[in-house]
């Protein structure tokens, strides 16, 4: 029972445009949210999070939105760039816990 | 880098052959967990500690134990190897309110 999903494997963008990424979740008793990046060969790299007292966090290029009545969240970059090619995983946890729920990730490929 | 350091990097083993995997961290960071990625899976939580001696399982700790006796250091102990338990196993380390950072991975290979 994958409670978080990201169901779009990979994603193609070209450079200076806008990249979506998109994750679903199940369990309503989740209330903070987090993306990571990760390059081959490399540990996940923290790179946003939210709470759900928000629905939007903005950091830079990055920003993500949180829609709790549909229980989805998206990480838009803006303008992409080809360093930002990458695996990148969505994740959940709830307040009463120190755990986090990773989804399954989405490639991300930009071409110039 | 958060100073995590995790090893070997990379281990080829054979089944039923005992395998332990070290996390050090550098941070005193209260909280550190140990995660497998798997294609087709993201990362699962094996098992995480929240203090010297206080370990507690995750949703795949079946086959795996850990042991934690000095905040800087993270066992993960594979008593019997099996080829499914051939992945990449991710040593992450938190404090409170904080986002978890993760080591650069361990690639273990079961024959």
């Known amino acids: 029972d994958q409670q978080v999903k990201q169901n779009s494997p990979s994603l193609s963008v070209q450079e200076g445009r806008i990249s979506i990424l998109n994750c679903d979740y199940t369990?309503?008793?989740?209330?903070?949210f987090l993306w990571y990046k990760k390059y081959p060969a490399e540990g996940p790299t923290f790179l946003i999070s939210i709470s759900s007292i928000k629905d939007k966090n903005e950091d830079g290029r990055f920003t993500v939105f949180l829609n709790k009545s549909a229980k989805h969240l998206s990480l838009h970059i803006v303008p992409s760039q080809p360093g930002d090619s990458a695996v990148y995983f969505c994740?959940?946890?709830?307040?009463?816990?120190?755990?986090?729920?990773f989804g399954t990730g989405t490639r991300l490929q930009v071409f110039p | 880098d958060a100073g995590i350091t995790q090893s070997p990097r990379h281990k080829v083993t054979e089944t039923g052959t005992p395998v332990t995997l070290r996390c050090h961290q550098t941070?005193?960071?209260?909280?550190m967990y140990w995660y497998r990625q798997d294609p087709g899976h993201g990362l699962r939580l094996i098992h995480y500690?929240?203090?010297?001696?206080?370990?507690d399982k995750g949703e795949v700790s079946d086959g795996y134990s850990v042991s934690r006796s000095k905040t800087e250091d993270f066992l993960l102990t594979l008593e019997s190897a099996t080829s499914s338990q051939t992945s990449v196993y991710f040593c992450?380390?938190?404090?409170?309110?904080?986002?978890?950072?993760f080591g650069d991975g361990t690639r273990l290979s079961i024959l």
């Open positions: 369990n309503s008793m989740f209330d903070y």
């Open positions: 500690s929240y203090g010297v001696k206080d370990t």
């Open positions: 992450a380390i938190s404090d409170y309110s904080m986002p978890q950072h």
């Open positions: 994740a959940a946890s709830a307040s009463n816990t120190d755990k986090l729920i």
């Open positions: 941070e005193n960071h209260r909280y």
